[in-house]
């Protein structure tokens, strides 16, 4: 025992473990001395943590020469005649432990390499592999990615913006009057509780990507030619061609002199990129509050050639896009940004990317693209 400097007070300094000499042979006596050398044994075990210290601990214990089990015979030596029995029985187990443990602290140093660890982590090489089924790409996404990249090549950049978007971003400065019909709750899902904004700061979710290209025409001067991909929301019922969810890919192109027939080359140029160089592309007159003049476009029908189907209605042409020059009223918008509609001009197109999906991959109905059937959608891998 030693006196702590601090409390005065008696503790055990931790000194390493030594055979003690045995005077009291009796069974409490030999119980006690037993337990010492076991738990000093296990403690010094556990504290190995290293192929050296492993080694040491082995010849601390069992060295022939010192080692501490084998001076337990020493106990046995000086035990009277009749306690003898009792002792070389203790000595018999210590014996065991202490063999056991030098192994067993051995082997988990050395990460198992006994014949017993080696068995427990064979591994048959010649069994088959687990084969992981790939994923694939949606339909929609990689007609939406296939649909950029046509743009990509014609110099376009990729631009894109929140799903939730005021009032001001989706409808006013896109020149909607304010009493438009789109703007009503029955044609745009709201956010809740937005009553109390002025009209131009409640949120809605968009219901076009247009957005994108106002907040972009905000940061970047012209000439801009920009595609704008991304998910829409409208307050549709369900049906074979409508869903509340879908994808739009929107493209506007501002510059000094930009045409109407820039746009037909354009657009004429996409189709046929997309669903084939034999494919036609037709415009005709429609309305858009963003832009005048403004067209709805058709590809000659690629299911029947032209020639008349349950697709394309007995027409040849299926419409896929809206388009048209960008009224001068959005450009006011931006107009201190340098859109002065006196001075430059643009055009822009927008189109459904799952109805550009179905048509490239002969699909009736649009819910097969979000049903997520495995079945139908391994089709595409
Ligand atoms: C359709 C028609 C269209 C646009 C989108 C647009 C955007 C700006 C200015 C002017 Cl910032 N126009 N976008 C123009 C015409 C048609 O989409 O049927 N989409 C599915």
């Not at 009503?184 to 076009?208: C, F, G, S």
Request: proline residues 6%; glycine residues 6%.
């Amino acid at each position: 025992m030693s006196r702590s400097p601090a409390t005065g007070r008696a503790f055990r300094k931790s000194v390493p473990y030594t055979l003690p000499k045995l005077t009291d042979f009796s069974p409490a006596s030999l119980d006690k001395a037993v337990q010492d050398l076991l738990s000093a044994l296990e403690s010094e075990s556990q504290s190995v943590s290293s192929e050296n210290a492993a080694k040491e601990f082995r010849d601390r214990w069992v060295a022939r020469k010192n080692g501490i089990q084998p001076q337990t015979a020493d106990w046995l030596k000086t035990a009277p005649k009749e306690a003898k029995r009792e002792v070389g029985q203790r000595v018999n187990e210590i014996k065991a432990c202490v063999e056991a443990t030098v192994e067993a602290t051995q082997e988990r140093i050395q990460g198992g390499s006994s014949a017993a660890a080696l068995e427990s982590e064979r591994v048959d090489v010649t069994l088959p592999g687990i084969r992981r089924p790939l994923g694939a790409e949606h339909p929609v996404i990689r007609t939406l990615n296939e649909t950029v990249a046509v743009f990509r090549a014609m110099g376009y950049s990729v631009a894109e913006g929140p799903e939730v978007e005021t009032d001001y971003y989706n409808f006013e400065a896109l020149n909607f009057p304010p009493n438009h019909p789109a703007r009503d709750t029955q044609d745009t899902l709201v956010i809740a509780d937005q009553e109390n904004k002025p009209l131009r700061d409640r949120l809605l979710l968009r219901t076009h990507t247009s957005p994108v290209q106002i907040r972009t025409m905000e940061q970047t001067k012209p000439p801009i030619r920009i595609v704008c991909p991304g998910k829409v929301h409208r307050r549709d019922a369900t049906d074979a061609s409508h869903s509340p969810v879908f994808h739009q890919i929107e493209g506007l192109a501002v510059d000094t002199n930009i045409t109407f027939s820039d746009l037909k080359g354009t657009l004429d140029h996409a189709m046929k990129a997309l669903f084939g160089s034999s494919v036609k592309t037709r415009f005709f007159p429609s309305f858009f509050p963003f832009t005048e003049p403004s067209a709805d476009v058709a590809i000659s029908c690629i299911i029947c050639g032209g020639k008349g189907c349950r697709t394309c209605k007995q027409t040849g042409w299926v419409e896929l896009m809206g388009c048209g020059m960008v009224d001068p009223n959005v450009f006011e918008f931006v107009k201190d940004r340098g859109y002065d509609p006196a001075k430059i001009s643009g055009f822009a197109f927008g189109m459904g990317v799952e109805r550009l999906a179905m048509m490239k991959y002969g699909i009736d109905d649009i819910q097969m693209l979000f049903q997520g059937d495995v079945r139908f959608l391994e089709q595409f891998a």
